[in-house]
């Protein structure tokens, strides 16, 4: 391929697929055409997304305002995850890992008595009453508290589908994919489908999911498998009805379990819950009773739970030749902390950022796109590790999690350094790091990892530290006495019925 690109060919639909669409017509404005087929034989997968702070600026950037995600997507606030029952075990166990950062102190000087997430940062307390992290009144995606979405993942790709094809002059193509065609120097030069016939282009990108059907089994690149890392690979998910005045949670909520954990994600309409469980350790029956004693407490009867298995890996090289993975195609790990849709983001960005306009640069940008794709898969696979190795928790799953062969080396030198201080830049250099310092605190002292001990470098003398952590009392409580629930909030912009919902119901 020798000539400029011009045409960019998506291969595959759902989350992955629309959301590459949109923001690749939309940063280029008509200059590149853009063809997503989408197989009719491949049903798009809902389950009940949780996304990223990072999602409000890609959907400003691809034209969808906040009220139309909201509604259209039965989308709820989403302001961090609170995980129970992981340190230890015990019922009243739990701590929180919020969007907004801490204090920046030493947490030798909060006050005791609270934990670390409570006492160093307003959140927490608001995500505790239920409430929204934003007024009516606010410009869309601006917020008093950072904030993200929970959303139902089917209804997203049909709010991306119609604004990619009706807005962005995106060509849809209904078609089943059979073969892909190959140039003499080994890249992609078609697809051969089964009505439309063959399609060509200039970039390809793989949005098939976990079948790859351009990355691995036409370029046949390899995976890294992260599954001695991360042991889980089932997933057990239900969606229960909820109340119409019934309160929505502020955010996930992480329930551990002997051999795993329970996702609960509350949008305005039903509550989707999963149970997260390791095959080598649970069995699926096992797996389902766990998951209905959890229900138990909504619904005195489960429905029957759909069956999902998984593995935590990504691919080696994402982008080969001029074929770019985006989604489960690139990589998977365990849902844990939401990784899926803000790696579709940030893959999308740093494609965006260093388009490649000259097909003779194309090498350069994949070798580079490719080393950073794979330094941000391994500080995931590190940092969901994490929760996982701070357990005291007996179970076999627990303490098989805690056997250092298991364990990534850099985690492990981390956790040494960490005794003596806290995760800083030195520890996650990169100016964009999916889990930056702060998540790392929120992580280690809600697990009760202990504080770093006494140096021999004198700390810098804080005199303004009484006044801040005033501040931040009354932050929070005037948080709360200012932002509506989550429930109300949602219920008001539904009540309004703008034009565009009456166009979708049609």
Request: with cysteine.
């Amino acid at each position: 391929m020798d000539r400029a690109i011009s045409h960019v060919v998506i291969v595959g639909g759902g989350t992955a697929g629309w959301l590459s669409a949109c923001r690749i017509a939309a940063a280029t404005a008509g200059a590149i055409a853009v063809t997503l087929i989408e197989s009719p034989d491949v049903a798009t997968i809902g389950v009940g997304e949780g996304t990223w702070p990072t999602i409000r600026r890609t959907l400003e950037r691809i034209g969808i305002s906040e009220t139309e995600l909201l509604l259209a997507c039965d989308g709820s606030f989403k302001q961090g995850t609170r995980f129970d029952g992981w340190a230890t075990g015990a019922a009243d166990e739990r701590y929180y890992h919020p969007f907004v950062p801490p204090l920046e102190l030493d947490p030798a000087d909060l006050p005791g008595g609270r934990p670390y997430a409570v006492a160093a940062c307003p959140q927490p307390q608001v995500c505790a009453a239920d409430l929204a992290p934003r007024q009516r009144a606010m410009p869309d995606y601006a917020g008093a508290l950072n904030y993200a979405y929970h959303l139902d993942a089917a209804k997203l790709a049909v709010l991306l589908t119609r604004q990619a094809t009706t807005r962005l002059g995106v060509r849809h193509v209904r078609d089943h994919v059979l073969s892909v065609e190959r140039a003499e120097h080994g890249s992609i030069a078609a697809v051969q489908t089964r009505e439309t016939g063959r399609i060509a282009g200039d970039l390809f990108l793989d949005c098939t999911g976990q079948s790859a059907l351009l990355i691995g089994d036409t370029l046949a690149v390899d995976v890294v498998d992260a599954s001695a890392t991360l042991f889980n690979d089932r997933a057990l998910a239900v969606q229960l009805p909820v109340a119409p005045d019934s309160p929505i949670a502020s955010q996930t909520v992480a329930t551990a379990h002997a051999a795993g954990w329970i996702w609960d994600i509350g949008l305005p309409s039903r509550r989707g819950i999963g149970c997260v469980y390791a095959s080598a350790f649970m069995d699926e029956a096992a797996a389902t009773a766990v998951l209905a004693d959890y229900c138990r407490a909504f619904l005195p009867e489960m429905p029957a739970p759909r069956a999902l298995r998984f593995r935590s890996s990504y691919r080696a090289r994402p982008w080969e030749a001029n074929c770019l993975a985006i989604g489960q195609s690139a990589g998977f790990m365990e849902p844990l902390e939401a990784s899926a849709i803000v790696m579709i983001e940030l893959s999308l960005d740093a494609l965006l950022e260093d388009f490649p306009v000259d097909p003779a640069l194309m090498p350069i940008q994949a070798r580079r796109f490719n080393a950073l794709a794979c330094y941000r898969w391994e500080r995931i696979v590190e940092f969901l590790k994490l929760h996982y190795v701070l357990s005291r928790r007996e179970e076999p799953y627990w303490r098989a999690h805690r056997a250092a062969a298991t364990m990534p080396e850099r985690l492990v030198e981390a956790l040494q350094l960490w005794r003596y201080r806290a995760p800083s830049a030195l520890d996650l250099p990169m100016q964009d790091e999916l889990f930056p310092a702060a998540s790392y605190r929120y992580i280690l002292w809600g697990m009760g990892f202990p504080f770093p001990q006494p140096s021999p470098v004198q700390r810098p003398v804080r005199p303004d530290l009484p006044n801040q952590l005033r501040q931040l009392d009354q932050r929070s409580r005037a948080l709360a006495a200012s932002l509506p629930t989550n429930r109300a909030y949602l219920d008001a912009l539904r009540g309004e019925r703008p034009p565009f919902l009456e166009r979708c119901a049609s």
